[in-house]
């Protein structure tokens, strides 16, 4: 096993030797299975940008975006990093199958999260990087400096799409904006996950990507129609994290599949047991 102190430096330095290419930016548009989002964004987050994602109500879906945006990538064979801020992320809400091309970084103070994500946005081997900042302490949020949001904006351009989850919003000239505000409702948990998907309702706001410092943005509504990879290396257990270390082992491997991998930075070991847990599809809806 790799040493305990190999830290995100020592992966960054890994990623420059492994890919000393810079690998080709990904075209399009990654879909996210939510109809009202992929209808309002022309058919999915766009890559090579950063899109906000403002979970604004309890119960309003921001879990299931992510659900979503699993199972549609899964299904195109393509890799997504979740960057897990608060170490919220509930796997058993979704099917295990979903999970096997993921790479889930489970942080616990939010300077490690924004370090994970500098560095993630950069690879170029991800469909889709999903910074979750929801959870994380509002006061540190505030601290953010508008100058890393900057950095990660340039970043992102030669990689796959970013998706920034947050409780309010937080990134300034965002290309996009979605703003999920109404509750899915009391029986929610009671839906099939795709019904639930298809009843989400999300305000898009457009902004100007290149307008650096600042926050302009127009609003429009987009609400939805009422009308009814890569292989992994091994199985996940979810009843443990890996040590931050072992993902050297993933970038070592030559086929360069590193999906269904948990991996935990230096600070601690993660909560292995989350108290009070709800069943999966309140998770869902949450």
Same mark, same amino acid.
């Given at each position: 096993?790799?040493? $305990? ?41 766009? $890559? ?69 994500? *500098? ?61 999920? $505000? ?52 091994? %199985? ?12 050297? *082992? ?14 935990? %930075? %230096? ?20």
């Amino acid at each position: 096993m790799a040493s $305990a102190s190999v830290t995100i430096a020592d992966l960054r330095q890994l990623l420059a030797a492994r890919f000393p290419e810079k690998t080709e930016k990904p075209a399009g548009l990654v879909p996210t299975g939510v109809r009202a989002i992929d209808e309002a964004l022309g058919g999915g987050l766009p $890559a090579g940008r950063l899109t906000e994602l403002v979970a604004a109500a309890p119960g309003c879906g921001g879990q299931l975006v992510l659900a979503q945006l699993l199972a549609t990538t899964r299904a195109a064979r393509q890799r997504v990093a979740l960057i897990d801020g608060a170490d919220a992320f509930a796997p058993e809400a979704v099917s295990p199958d979903t999970l096997r091309h993921l790479v889930w970084v489970r942080c616990r103070t939010l300077d490690q999260t924004l370090g994970v994500a *500098d560095l993630l946005v950069r690879d170029g081997n991800y469909a889709a990087v999903v910074l979750d900042l929801c959870g994380c302490p509002e006061r540190a949020l505030r601290r953010t400096p508008a100058t890393l949001w900057h950095r990660l904006h340039r970043a992102a351009e030669s990689g796959g799409a970013v998706l920034v989850k947050a409780p309010r919003p937080l990134v300034p000239a965002v290309p996009w904006r979605l703003v999920l $505000a109404k509750p899915l409702g009391p029986a929610a948990h009671r839906r099939p996950q795709q019904t639930l998907a298809d009843r989400i309702v999300v305000e898009v706001a457009r902004g100007h990507a290149e307008a650096a410092g600042s926050d302009s943005i127009c609003p429009v509504i987009a609400r939805p129609r009422h009308s009814g990879g890569a292989v992994a290396i091994q %199985p996940l257990d979810w009843s443990r994290g890996t040590e931050f270390a072992e993902v050297l *082992d993933c970038f070592r491997r030559r086929s360069a599949s590193y999906g269904g991998q948990v991996v935990v %930075p %230096p600070g601690g070991a993660p909560r292995n047991d989350k108290p009070g847990q709800r069943d999966a599809a309140e998770q869902l809806a949450g």
